[in-house]
């Protein structure tokens, strides 16, 4: 039989994608932040707002990051950060968390949301 085999500009490109899988590409701080935001699930306008900037600068680091990681979408961005080892553990901002675990509540907001369900008042029929 006649066995085929894949073009070899193809497999230029499959050894390029592994061989840039297997370094860990450099980040910077914000870019890792951004990052970090979008592994906790975070729009763009939401990280603006934690962060203080525009949801223009965020699309921008973002943006900057997934060219880096040669990403397609946040999704893909956030599982390649984690094989590269960029949120391994210690390796986060917040050095003590992974960027999936639950933020904690501030009391200020915890007892905002309790005078909330406090003061609704029953359905009225």
Same mark, same amino acid.
Do not use: C, W
């Given at each position: 039989? $006649?066995? #085929?085999?894949?073009?070899? /500009?193809?497999?230029?490109?499959?050894? %390029? &994608? @592994?061989? &840039?899988? *297997? =370094?860990?590409?450099?980040? *910077?701080?914000?870019?890792?932040?951004?990052? #970090? +935001?979008?592994?906790?699930?975070?729009?763009?306008?939401?990280? /603006?707002?934690?962060?203080?900037? !525009?949801?223009? #600068?965020?699309?921008? $680091?973002?943006?900057?990051?997934?060219?880096?990681?040669?990403?397609? %979408?946040? &999704? +893909? &961005?956030?599982?390649? /950060?984690? +094989?590269?080892?960029?949120?391994?553990?210690?390796? *986060?901002?917040? +050095?003590?968390?992974?960027?999936?675990?639950?933020?904690?509540? *501030?009391?200020?907001? =915890?007892?905002? !949301?309790? %005078?909330?369900? @406090? %003061?609704?008042?029953?359905? #009225?029929?």
């Amino acid at each position: 039989m $006649h066995e #085929t085999r894949p073009p070899k /500009a193809f497999l230029v490109a499959a050894n %390029n &994608a @592994v061989g &840039a899988m *297997s =370094r860990r590409p450099v980040l *910077s701080a914000r870019e890792i932040q951004m990052l #970090t +935001h979008v592994a906790r699930g975070l729009s763009n306008f939401q990280i /603006a707002q934690a962060e203080y900037v !525009s949801a223009e #600068t965020v699309k921008t $680091h973002l943006y900057n990051a997934f060219r880096k990681l040669r990403a397609v %979408n946040r &999704a +893909h &961005a956030v599982a390649i /950060a984690y +094989h590269v080892g960029i949120f391994a553990p210690g390796a *986060s901002l917040d +050095h003590a968390v992974s960027p999936l675990s639950p933020r904690r509540r *501030s009391p200020a907001r =915890r007892l905002l !949301s309790q %005078n909330r369900s @406090v %003061n609704r008042e029953p359905p #009225t029929e």
